[in-house]
């Protein structure tokens, strides 16, 4: 399962254990495994939370229509 997360504290650095670069500020779609699993427990990241692009949609066009 993938999830998107991101440093929980502005100017953290969290190293990603595939490639040793940082974890991107705005968050990144990560496979949630072990590593990702401790890291979200301990509170070194968060889960980033998105709306869907079609609800996006709908709520834009109930708002011309208004």
Same mark, same amino acid.
């Given at each position: 399962m993938k999830i998107r997360i991101k440093p929980a504290k502005d100017g953290?650095?969290?190293?990603?254990?595939?490639?040793?670069? %940082? +974890?991107?500020?705005?968050?990144?779609?990560?496979?949630? $495994?072990? %590593?990702?699993?401790?890291? +979200?427990?301990?509170? $070194?990241?968060v889960e980033v939370k998105t709306i869907k692009k079609k609800t996006v949609k709908k709520i834009t066009k109930k708002s011309e229509d208004e």
């Open positions: 953290a650095k969290i190293p990603k254990p595939s490639n040793g670069k %940082f +974890l991107h500020e705005e968050g990144e779609l990560v496979l949630l $495994d072990k %590593f990702w699993r401790r890291r +979200l427990l301990c509170g $070194d990241v």
